[in-house]
């Protein structure tokens, strides 16, 4: 046995306020059951985890955020490996990773400002620009484009009135087409913020919108 | 071969080479003359092993192999001219091309390209790509440097450079794949950096280039010859790109020993002065009829009578750091000629180093000219300020005999030498105080003689004439040898070469060596010398 | 059963707890016999359960099939410096959906895998880099290590055995080349996550410059089921060469997508027509992908003799890759289909490799092009050429996989390329 003192089991996402309950994740009423007919009991009757829209003035870092990030520094071997978890905690601070906010990490980890941009470019789930309340992501690759995906990514595309990759008008919503979410059994796949959708029809589309745009903040 | 552990022997394209254990292909291809086509590969950085244009035949390999990362083996059998090879270069080659602009007319890497090059030489006739192509634009990135990302290879040397050797990692590749282009941080650019020229240097292609070089010249019109840089005491190994006997810009020469393959951007940019006009052309020699200038032969009897008529006054002599060991040899000659006394010179000091943090051994020095040694081993003494200047009080009101080489004297007096039995100022150019000099002769610039410089580390290195020096103005060694062989009745060294041997017989730092052994890279005085820090 | 679908031609092993949510509390794991592998292996010692693994068969389930005991004894067998487990839960090969049910399923399954195997190679720390989309099934995941450091069952003083191993969960963010295990390690450190060239390989100089090895969660999931009950129950179930139990994920135009435990060496006539009921709507079969995108296309002939086990997919002319069956009914347009799969690789390329950056972005634009009527017979040609150039020249596979399903394409379904073509030029657009 080392001396070494032993690392926090876990990530360093777990003391956040978005996550999963208890009971949710531990218990039997699990938030992803799917029923045998393939309709996702939460298709349009649930929000997603976290909105993307933030605090993009908020600093980087302070408070539980400071913790979190601190406790991701002690799960490496070196300081540039909690980079990754540390620009995702920015995000979640702030919505996206803008320059100011890639400029912070790289101070944080003392790395360069263009090094840590040339990381965070090479990975599709960091926002570089400001994004909807609801980012959706629509699966329409192979498994979902052969179940009709394209129609349903033209849905959202229509009810939520914007053009691809642009926020609507409203600011709720920013839709985008995704490659492969790894639930092709379940075509099409839309993930909406940290939420999986599974199963979605153009005809779900309306309810989920709907839904969605009628929440308050602090139902996110 | 094969028992001696240390070297293994392969077979490339046929021929066999021997080369030491750990070799890659492509060294071992370079051992035995060939040039196997590449890219992101670069002697004095890492080895991704991305563009994949080295990729050779080996045989037993189930896959091309790229040769750069690839260690030769013992019996090995390497094909880099095979049909497989071929076919494959030919098919990377395209790649590059299907996004690339082809705007070789107005490029200003044309001609020494290596994108155009491999192209030429291997690729298809026609491409055959119908698509519209990916547009990226001209970029800023600050300092000398432009960045046109349609031509960029993508090799990434220039990330490597600017991570591994200036340690300042500035460029990165930003998102990924087709969209991938080289940027900086936004807008923070290079402004800064101090080695950032050589991104351009080793860019294999007209993605970056330098803002001082941009539309000057077409690089077939270029004559390069090999020099060394005048810009500090480290002694880096350059090329002078000329075009019209005008120095277009300067380039780093590989000299491991030295600067590697790098030069900083204080050197590489500090160059038009060898381009300035206003030259002395001839001699000048003033009587009390005033001015005169004269053809040599005149000139250097009028001195040699006025050196006779100067006998017995005491000598002050200035020489500069900027003037070759041969030049400062000869003038040491002619004060001792003349009665001996110290000699003085002035140099610029910065007040830092700039360490090239990756080649550590190798920075833009705090002596700013490239002699400074030479002239201590010659027994020259520094005298004045950081800023070159002041020191020569007591040259300046002198009444015997005041004798300066290369020093411009631009900070002194107009009266400078005013009282001198004799004044004589061996100079590039005239300034206020060479109006007082009894001769003023013209002399060559380095960039226009042949000679040597020793750099800190007592590193004896030659340069190659570049330029045609203006007018009559001629190499201080030949002027001053001509004029010691008329006064003591000895031969005049003919040559830079001769001049140089002739040093080891007053100097013992130099005794025993001559050009011969010098060669391209240099070598260190040949004695154990007591090296004063910086 | 509730779990989307099962077949009574399953062997459950590794899913037995599909769809059973009780299984991801810590308590109901081990009342089921759950971490007894664990106490198992610390008494076999480390080589005693890597020749256990050599025996079972048991080939990567990540796509490659290598065999991973064999994989395990390239680690030294003297650490010297730290060695590292790097479970690869970054399922992104489309058509693949295994490790995320996996994961959420049955988390302590994986951890107890995760921590056998750790002890097996030696490594004192173990990664498990999970895809930054999986939000949910990280959370799970997550609650069920923390659940496992407080029971003993990892951290330090395992059980009581005195072996110390430490397991972080690492969240990528989005690429679908941190799947391939150099660029996985290469995240994990905080990189862009291109992909390392090969030699050095993990085992001698892997994550943070130490011995690692990179393991699949499907592998690592079944770890625990032979250490408990040996390697030649293991080679009860499959081939000779396939030995053991695989989850096949279909999707595509099936009755009854999902995951299926299957023995290897199915028939795969059987998945289609019998486990998952057949193709929709009465359509007949056009092709199958069978595993993930990255391989080439079977035609309904090929399809009709071929068997789901390593060897017998490559009989039939494709390979097994992750097991992921994508069916495709005759109503697919195989050209819009494989321009979708090939722009899927444009977009994951790390953009290192010449012949990938270009080429994979250069196929797109050409297949568009075929797809919007104004193709060539000539672009077939020069398509096939790229393909060739993108084969086996490039430090990863993954410009091989974009070539894969155009070459067998073009070579099995040339038709429908000729009859885009045609259509272009009649009605004149090409």
């Not at chain 2, 030069?263 to 590489?268: F, L, T």
């Not at chain 2, 040694?373 to 800023?387: I, K, N, P, Q």
């Not at chain 3, 004192?124 to 003993?152: K, M, N, P, S, W």
Request: charged residues 25%; proline residues 5%; hydrophobic residues 35%.
């Amino acid at each position: 046995m080392s001396d070494a003192p032993f690392r926090n089991p876990g990530w360093a996402g777990n003391t956040g306020g978005f996550e999963l309950s208890e009971d949710q994740v531990r218990g039997d009423d699990f938030v992803g059951a799917r029923s045998v007919e393939g309709d996702h009991p939460s298709t349009a009757a649930t929000y997603p985890y976290m909105l993307a829209d933030k605090h993009p003035e908020a600093p980087l870092f302070e408070g539980d955020f400071q913790a979190r990030f601190e406790k991701i520094l002690t799960r490496y071997p070196t300081k540039q490996a909690a980079l990754l978890p540390t620009l995702g905690l920015a995000q979640e601070v702030r919505g996206h990773v803008g320059p100011e906010s890639m400029d912070r990490v790289a101070e944080l980890l003392g790395l360069s400002s263009a090094y840590v941009r040339g990381v965070a470019t090479f990975y599709t789930m960091y926002n570089k620009a400001p994004v909807g309340r609801y980012l959706v992501q629509v699966c329409t690759n192979i498994s979902c484009n052969l179940c009709g995906a394209d129609d349903v990514l033209e849905a959202f595309l229509r009810y939520t009135d914007s053009e691809m990759g642009e926020l609507s008008e409203d600011g709720n919503f920013t839709v985008i087409e995704a490659e492969c979410l790894a639930a092709c059994g379940f075509p099409t796949c839309v993930q909406i913020n940290s939420r999986y959708y599974e199963n979605v029809t153009p005809a779900d589309v309306p309810k989920i919108i709907e839904r969605l745009a009628a929440a308050g903040p602090g139902e996110g | 071969m094969a028992d001696n552990p240390t070297t293994i022997t392969l077979t490339i394209d046929g021929q066999e080479v021997t080369v030491a254990k750990g070799t890659t292909i492509l060294r071992a291809a370079k051992q035995a003359g060939k040039d196997v086509p590449h890219y992101c590969y670069h002697d004095g950085l890492s080895s991704p092993a991305m563009c994949r244009l080295c990729l050779v035949e080996v045989e037993g390999a189930p896959k091309p192999m790229p040769a750069c990362v690839t260690q030769a083996t013992d019996g090995q059998v390497v094909h880099t001219e095979s049909e497989q090879a071929l076919d494959f270069r030919r098919g990377v080659l395209e790649f590059y091309l299907v996004n690339h602009p082809l705007d070789c007319p107005i490029c200003d890497q044309s001609g020494e390209c290596k994108l155009q090059d491999y192209v030429h030489e291997e690729g298809r006739k026609h491409g055959r790509s119908r698509e519209p192509k990916r547009i990226f634009g001209r970029d800023d990135f600050g300092g000398d440097v432009l960045f046109y990302g349609d031509r960029c290879v993508m090799c990434t040397r220039c990330v490597r450079f600017m991570t591994e050797v200036e340690r300042d990692a500035r460029l990165t590749v930003v998102e990924r794949g087709n969209r991938s282009v080289i940027d900086t941080f936004f807008e923070e650019g290079l402004e800064g950096t101090h080695w950032h020229g050589n991104i351009v240097d080793i860019c294999p292609v007209g993605a970056l280039v330098s803002k001082d070089f941009l539309y000057k010249a077409r690089a077939w019109d270029l004559e390069h010859t090999d020099s060394i840089c005048p810009s500090c005491s480290q002694g880096c190994n350059i090329s002078l790109h000329v075009r019209d006997n005008l120095v277009q810009r300067l380039k780093p020469r590989d000299n491991l020993e030295v600067n590697g393959f790098w030069m900083c951007d204080h050197g590489r940019l500090n160059y038009e002065w060898l381009n300035r006009g206003d030259r002395l052309e001839a001699p000048l020699v003033r009587s009390e009829s005033g001015v005169r200038a004269m053809g040599w032969r005149e000139a250097l009897a009028a001195f040699l009578e006025a050196a006779a008529g100067a006998a017995g006054n005491a000598v002050r002599a200035v020489a500069s750091p900027r003037a070759s060991n041969e030049d400062l040899g000869a003038f040491r000659a002619l004060v001792e000629s003349l009665g001996g006394g110290d000699i003085v010179y002035r140099m610029s000091r910065a007040a830092d180093e700039v360490v090239l943090k990756g080649f550590p051994s190798l920075a833009r020095r705090r002596d700013l000219a490239p002699n400074g040694r030479g002239a201590e081993l010659l027994g020259m003494l520094r005298v004045g300020s950081d800023e070159g200047t002041g020191g020569l009080e007591d040259v300046a009101d002198h009444d015997g005999i005041v004798l300066v080489l290369g020093d411009a004297l631009d900070d002194q007096a107009p009266d400078f030498g005013s009282s001198a039995a004799l004044f004589v100022h061996l100079a590039t150019h005239a300034s206020a105080a060479s109006a007082n000099a009894h001769f003023v002769l013209p002399i060559t610039s380095f960039a226009e003689q042949e000679g040597s410089f020793t750099n800190l580390n007592g590193r004896v290195q030659r340069f190659w004439p570049g330029i045609r020096a203006p007018g009559a103005a001629r190499p201080a060694w030949f002027v001053i040898g001509v004029t010691l062989a008329e006064r003591t009745g000895s031969t005049a060294p003919r040559s830079a070469a001769e001049s140089f041997a002739s040093l080891g017989s007053s100097f013992p730092p130099f005794a025993g060596m001559s050009y011969d052994d010098l060669g391209t890279g240099g070598a260190l005085v040949n004695q154990p010398v007591s090296l004063s820090g910086d | 059963m509730a779990y989307p679908y099962v077949s009574d031609r399953e062997v459950r092993v590794i899913s037995r707890h599909f769809g059973d949510p009780a299984a991801r509390r810590l308590d109901t794991y081990v009342e089921r016999g759950g971490y007894q592998a664990l106490r198992k292996a610390f008494e076999l010692g480390p080589d005693a359960v890597i020749d256990e693994v050599k025996a079972s068969g048991l080939r990567g389930r990540g796509g490659a099939g290598f065999p991973t005991g064999v994989k395990w004894s390239f680690m030294p067998k003297q650490p010297t410096r730290p060695h590292y487990l790097l479970c690869n839960a970054d399922e992104s090969e489309p058509g693949t959906f295994k490790d995320r049910e996996l994961i959420r399923w049955d988390p302590h399954q994986l951890l107890e895998g995760v921590l056998i195997s750790a002890f097996a190679i030696r490594a004192g720390h173990a990664y498990i880099y999970c895809r930054g989309e999986f939000f949910e099934t990280t959370q799970v995941l997550a609650r069920a290590l923390e659940d496992a450091y407080a029971g003993g069952y990892a951290g330090r003083d395992i059980l009581g055995s005195g072996f110390d191993i430490d397991v972080t969960i690492h969240v990528g963010a989005g690429a679908y080349i941190c799947g391939e295990e150099t660029g996985l390690m290469n995240s994990l450190e905080g990189q862009r996550g291109q992909p390392r060239v090969k030699p050095p390989f993990p085992a001698a100089v892997g994550a943070f410059g130490m011995p690692s090895t990179v393991n699949n969660v499907e592998t690592l999931a079944t770890v625990p089921h032979i250490v408990t009950h040996g390697g030649a129950w293991y080679r009860g179930y499959g081939t000779e060469k396939s030995p053991g139990t695989k989850l096949f994920c279909v999707s595509g135009h099936v009755n009854r997508p999902g995951n299926y435990e299957l023995p290897l060496g199915f028939p795969m006539m059987d998945l289609i027509e019998d486990v998952c009921g057949g193709i929709r709507d009465g359509h007949a079969l056009k092709a199958v992908i069978p595993g993930g995108s990255s391989v080439p296309l079977l035609n309904a002939e090929e399809c009709s003799r071929c068997t789901l086990d390593y060897e017998g997919v490559v009989a039939a002319g494709s390979m097994l890759g992750c097991a992921s069956v994508i069916v495709m009914d005759e109503t697919t347009d195989i050209v819009k289909q494989v321009r979708r799969m090939v722009q899927f690789y444009a977009h994951e390329s790390c953009g290192q490799c010449t012949p990938c950056r270009e080429g994979t972005a250069w196929m797109t634009k050409v297949l568009r092009r075929i797809e919007d009527g104004r193709g060539t017979e000539e672009d077939l040609d020069t398509l096939l050429d790229m393909s060739h150039q993108m084969t086996g020249t490039t430090i990863c596979v993954l410009s091989d996989s974009a070539a894969a399903p155009v070459v067998s394409s073009i070579h099995k379904f040339k038709d429908e390329y000729l009859a885009l073509i045609r259509r272009g030029e009649r009605v004149g657009v090409a």
